[in-house]
């Protein structure tokens, strides 16, 4: 009585684990390791725009610039096996003229999957960061307000999983003193009522598909449709909560507007005057100026020299 007892437990311990393993064996997808992943990222362009809301002939002005950046990331899978990464990208910014203390202004959370032996590249748009400076000349005195971009910071790891295996950023320095960066995290999560959702990160077991009816046939159209990954991910000018996947949609049409008064741009480090007349690409609106783009760069434009209306 006793052997029997014995064996009829040694049996259903192995039928527990036998299952366990073939429960946990169904649920595992086989993806590249954090290995064998290279990510990197580089800033492709910036644009900076200063509008001037009254100033004197004596030095005197009150000014509001604003700026955006753009970045490209680049991630390789050496694995024979697909990748599938989440993504977490932060854009930084410090106040006006100060050298502290770090924020964080906007974030983009996705997944990226990566075919076997291939890379995929993309790019990010920051959100427009606005700052404001008042000069006085007579009395010497500069009062400035808002934040202006300092870098970026992206963190890569394994969908489902808190801690990054690897991470990039504008700056060596940024990386190597990130104990700012706890803090601005929380903080950023506060201000924008948004928390982690690992779990969303990972995808489900696809459903089984049906048995073909009794006339023999497959069902005519297809349970799983697999899309490719795009190449490219348009961000819109919000922040992105964590564990969104990027909308894969078609571009919409470019839209064109028409420049109606001389206008006085800085691109990069120069300054330029769009002529009355010219055609440029309307990339997105504000309340009083839009974002265009003008010889291949991003600058704003005043909506009133414009004949957007």
């Not at 300092?150 to 690897?166: S, T």
């Not at 078609?250 to 330029?272: H, N, W, Y």
Request: aromatic share 10%; net charge positive.
């Amino acid at each position: 009585m006793f052997s029997c007892i014995s064996a009829l437990a040694l049996y259903l311990g192995l039928f527990v684990i036998v299952t366990t393993n073939v429960i946990l064996a169904s649920t595992t997808k086989h993806f590249a390791p954090a290995s064998s992943i290279g990510i990197s990222a580089k800033e492709i362009g910036s644009a900076r725009n200063i509008i001037t809301h009254w100033q004197t002939s004596w030095g005197s002005f009150d000014r509001d610039y604003l700026a955006t950046r753009d970045i490209e990331i680049e991630i390789h899978n050496l694995s024979k096996l697909p990748a599938r990464i989440a993504i977490d990208f932060y854009f930084v910014g410090r106040p006006q003229r100060l050298p502290t203390p770090h924020k964080l202004f906007s974030k983009h959370s996705f997944v990226v999957n990566v075919a076997a032996s291939y890379q995929e590249r993309f790019s990010l748009r920051s959100d427009v960061l606005r700052s404001r400076e008042t000069y006085y000349a007579t009395l010497g005195d500069r009062y400035t307000s808002g934040y202006e971009i300092e870098g970026w910071i992206l963190f890569a790891r394994l969908p489902g999983q808190p801690q990054p295996f690897d991470k990039v950023s504008s700056s060596k320095a940024m990386l190597e003193h990130l104990d700012w960066f706890p803090d601005a995290l929380r903080a950023f999560e506060n201000a924008t009522n948004a928390r982690p959702n690992y779990a969303a990160e990972i995808e489900p077991e696809p459903a089984p598909a049906p048995e073909a009816g009794a006339n023999g046939m497959e069902p005519s159209t297809p349970l799983i449709v697999v899309q490719p990954t795009p190449k490219t991910i348009e961000t819109a000018p919000v922040n992105i909560p964590q564990g969104s996947a990027p909308t894969r949609a078609s571009l919409p049409p470019a839209i064109f507007i028409t420049v109606t008064k001389p206008t006085k741009i800085t691109i990069g480090r120069r300054d330029e005057i769009i002529p009355p007349g010219t055609k440029v690409q309307l990339v997105a609106r504000a309340a009083d100026t839009v974002q265009v783009r003008y010889k291949g760069e991003s600058t704003f434009v005043k909506i009133s020299s414009t004949d957007l209306k």
